[in-house]
């Protein structure tokens, strides 16, 4: 089965075919122990987690989305997160993670365990060792989540994105799903000769817009039949411009 021809990761596909990363916290939410996946995966000698805080493990843009993981897991032992994404630069990886609160005898907090996949092949282009060294892997495709399930989103067929706090909302002709990559982590990792980001809000693909629309000075983009994305004052010459057009 290749899922690169695949829309949909399921649970059991995770767990046949990738190494899960385990990475155990005590009821303060400090890093106490881990499996060898996860040493090989995480950037351990550099940043020494253990007996340190969780969230300082993590890049400041992807700490409030693993502190709202840990609040949920903590309300009910029994609750059932739903997986998150994350990009990090390790280097830039993204990692699939779910999250579950441990209780002791007497059902008092006694700790959490974080398991994560490292989904960056099933998403990103080959790592064929660009000359620059700072060049980030592309998204081939974007994960968004449904029914507690992975669904990888083409990258040809999305319109427009858009930032919701710390996620996004990603639009195609057919559907709007939800994803858990900010906007930009996004930004940053999609082809920046097809998608650009035209509002603080909104990030489009330039090859599906189909109308460039003026209303009192203000600049909007129409893709697909019913969507329309504001463009910013700033932005409003770079995306004319794109297009071919004269301000």
């Not at 020494?48 to 993981?69: G, T, Y």
């Not at 930009?184 to 909104?202: I, K």
């Not at 039949?225 to 932005?235: A, E, F, I, K, W």
Request: net charge neutral.
């Amino acid at each position: 089965m290749d899922m690169r021809a695949s829309s949909t990761v399921s649970p059991l596909y995770l767990l046949e075919r990738f190494e899960a990363g385990i990475v155990n916290l005590d009821a303060r939410r400090h890093v106490v122990a881990m499996n060898d996946f996860a040493r090989r995966v995480l950037p351990v000698d550099e940043m020494l987690p253990f007996d340190r805080l969780v969230l300082s493990f993590h890049p400041e843009r992807s700490q409030p989305k693993v502190e709202f993981l840990l609040d949920q897991a903590a309300r009910c032992p029994v609750a059932n997160p739903p997986p998150m994404t994350m990009i990090i630069n390790i280097p830039e990886r993204v990692l699939l993670i779910k999250v579950t609160r441990l209780t002791d005898a007497q059902q008092q907090a006694a700790g959490y365990t974080l398991v994560f996949y490292d989904i960056t092949e099933l998403v990103a282009s080959p790592d064929n060792g660009s000359a620059r060294p700072d060049a980030r892997r592309r998204l081939l495709k974007i994960p968004t989540l449904s029914n507690q399930r992975i669904v990888l989103l083409d990258v040809a067929e999305i319109l427009a994105i858009q930032s919701d706090g710390h996620y996004t909302h990603v639009r195609t002709a057919e559907r709007t799903q939800s994803c858990n990559l900010n906007i930009g982590d996004l930004e940053t990792r999609l082809d920046p000769e097809r998608f650009m980001r035209v509002h603080r809000s909104h990030i489009v693909n330039l090859g599906a817009v189909s109308q460039i629309l003026r209303d009192d000075g203000r600049l909007a983009l129409q893709l697909g039949p019913t969507l329309q994305v504001p463009v910013s004052r700033t932005s409003a010459a770079e995306v004319l411009a794109r297009l071919g057009v004269h301000a």
